[in-house]
């Protein structure tokens, strides 16, 4: 082979493309809210902080020596742990050794499924309600599979599906259908009728295997009790992945740790794909939320309540507070906040506000004043099938400009070519603590943006 | 309910066989392990502390999906002065669920599916490099490295005419599992030079041992070289440095082309990485070579004394004094060490040696579940031979190194098995008289 002159050698290389860049959805509002000095309620990461025994547990694992690779799928004592825990809600035994992978978080979990259940090319569908968490959209891109969507819509007071919409959807192609109760971003809990419904319905398509995004169960408002798990219904248990996140349950986002429970048929495809992708979890974490299980709902933490009543309780009075606020501002903010039965999240009806919203959100994706030698924010350039600018996304710049608040438009929690995307909802965060809410909604009001 | 029928893809080779063998072998016989490659001793007491301290300041969210500010600003710094670059800890470091997780994101980020794409690799190596591959639907080429009066080589001839336009990438394992070897400055010169006409190939150097070396040996980093930092993604492993590989964190560093869609796929994958243990990574890298953790010895010369210790305890122990005869060879660097045992052969119980059912069962005791590899003349190969019975009547466990190649490679050679040096002096001597005595 001749030698070349490296100076003049162009590189050229083909890399491939498995998955769409959807971090620009992220970071226009994460861009926007340094610029204009947000206060944030768009992120799902909780204000509030891991027990206090979780932490020593953590610190108490490590001089115990559990610092280095353990068994791929969970340390024996956690996985054990969790099959008592869980064996309990799903009604059955569970075999912690077949039955049970623990995973770098929920989200990997729902990665190292959709790989491994999904035949790359085949057009096989991923069944979802929408609007739904975006990142469905990229575990179902890199498996090779073919996203769908059936529409959850607000009527008579609550979110609801169509029975009928819902079966026409599913046919021979369908894989999975991917269920996330507690639901985000709308709150939603599938209740004991919905998912009797889902279930006969679902047993017209027996081929069909169910993943059940579990991780805000235990997150539940108006003294509900935890979402049923769809696991738990019938047979359903055969053919259903159960996922739950430590994450969440333990007010820790960052530390990383989820687990699955799911048939040995089903849970050995998902293993040989976290053999491949994170092989083992973090070891100390695993060890300290198995001690730390039976205390969050058993030991008093704060004003006597445990640690998990009190994220309940902490979380529904920052949703109660957002719903009164904004109804008390409805002359001026004519927005109408939707009741979440759970999660971090609360969704609030934005359509009456299109007249109140500046012309310059509404017009183009040049709504910004740029200052001298300032240029724009990273921006979302999307577009409503009729050629609008989404409404949602035109309130949250307002928002998040004049205000200095950060919401996140619903509109990015449907599939950008779904044809039920609708762009007249907003998503905020009940995750943050009442004071920091509280100094949002100052801002939200129209007071002065400084703290 | 009718019976579902579910049709599942065959992304990868379900390898998990291989090393489930060797831990039903330890249990079964209850075995000292001089197999897995991880270390014994626990962190050091300044990283323990930054991870509490981490956890208390509130580092317990979601963080940045690269990487966290304060980590990948001290891995910008640190690995900057190793590779003389100057280094942006925004856009040229990716942090992932550990090093493991960042290979298999660079693999599955640069290698297009199904399309002929190469990856050439070392052999021995480590074998997930295989497994990892395939999933990433690339296509494994091996090259050979040979031993020589002790030492490694690679043969220059065979690189070059390894090279060809359906070359992708070159994963380069230096500071080498299992040989321990670390390339020489020649080596790296005359490597780089070859792909110089190659300019499309990518480099995935895995450094991952490259604190560990011995006898004084400088490491050099193929991304220090010239100008091979544009077309090098140099990954490091922490959990290695300092005696956490359960805690799962790595990164690596490179050019923005090549990081930006690692972190796509990783961003996709786990969203971030562990929040409060890369806080105290990023607080306690800095502290790693500082004089004075043992007597003068910073914590990484501490380290590399101890496994030295270990490797020389051994190397003596399996050369003069030992029933069988081994040839223990030299190793430069990382947690292992090799023995060639090709002269064991007529020692070893035919049992072993003739089929893969070499267990004498209890009463009502099931066989184990074992690898049933061949060599390509049929015969059982004559490491995992010679590691079953050392498991079995000896009682400590070793890897065979014919594990280390692809089993329809052509360099394939089953007279090494591997020992580890990173258990500690303690278990190594404990490991080492069991293999002596004979144990009944």
Known sequence: MESQDNQETKVQRKYPHRIDDNVAIWTEFRELGDRYSCLSLGEGAPGGNPPDFLKDFMIKAIDEGYNQYQRIFGIPEFVNKIADVYGEKLKRQINPMTEIMVTAGANSALNSYIIGLINPREGEEVLVFEPCFPQYQDHIQMAEGVYKAVPLEWKENRWTFDPEVLRKSLNDKTKIFLLNNAHNPTGKLFNREDLQILTDILNEFPHVIVISDDVYEFLTFDDQQSSILFASIGNNFEKTVSIFSGGKLFQATGWKVGWSIAPNEILSKAAIIQCCTTYCINAPAQIAMSRSFDLIETMPYTEGRTFVQNMKKEFQDVRDFFISQFNSISQELPVVPLPSESGYFLMIDITNCKKIIPERYLKSHDFEELKEGQSAVSRN??????????????????????????????SLFYHKESPIRDDKYVRIGICKG?????????????????? | MEQAQHSFPHRVDDNTAVWAEF???????????????APAANPPQFLVDELMKAIQEGHNQYSRTFGHPILVQSVAEYYGKK??????????????????????????ALIRPNEGEEVLVFEPGWPCYIDLVQFAGGIYRPLCLQQKDGKWHFDAEQFKNSLNNNTK???????????????????????????ENYPNVIVLSDDVYEFLTYDGTQFTGFASIGDNFKKTLSIYCPGKMMCATGWQVGWAVGPEKLIKPVSLISTTQIYCANTPVQVAYGRALPQVDKPGYKGEL???????????????????????????????????SGYFILLDISKCKELIPERYLKSHQFEELKEGQDPLKVNEVFMSDGSVPLDLAFCRWIAVERGVIMMPCSLFYHKESPYRLDQHVRLVICKGLDHSIKAIERLKSKRQ
Not at chain 2, 23 to 37: F, H, N, V
Not at chain 2, 93 to 102: D, E, H, K, Q, T
Not at chain 2, 312 to 319: C, G, I, Q
Request: hydrophobic letters at 40%; proline letters at 5%; one cysteine or more.
């Open chain 1, 381 to 410: 350039i999307v577009y409503m099938p009729d050629g609008s600018v989404p409404l949602d996304l035109a309130f949250c710049r307002w928002m998040a400009v004049e205000k200095g608040v950060i919401m996140m438009p619903a």
């Open chain 1, 434 to 451: 009442l004071d920091h809410s509280r100094k949002a909604f100052d801002r939200i009001k129209g007071k002065q943006k400084m703290d």
């Open chain 2, 23 to 37: 831990k039903d072998l330890t249990e079964r016989y209850s075995c000292i392990s001089l197999g897995e490659g």
């Open chain 2, 83 to 108: 590779l003389g670059q100057e280094i942006n800890p925004l856009t040229q470091v990716i942090v992932s669920a550990g090093a493991y997780n960042v290979i298999v994101n660079a693999l599955l």
């Open chain 2, 169 to 195: 990438l070159f994963i380069f394992n230096n500071a080498q599992n299992p040989t321990g070897k670390i390339f020489t400055r020649e080596e790296l010169d005359e490597m780089s030079k070859i792909l």
């Open chain 2, 298 to 332: 910073s914590f990484v010369e501490h380290i590399r004394q101890e496994f030295q210790e270990v490797r020389d305890y051994m190397f003596k122990e399996l050369s003069e004094g030992f029933d069988l005869p081994v040839e223990p060879l030299r190793s430069e």
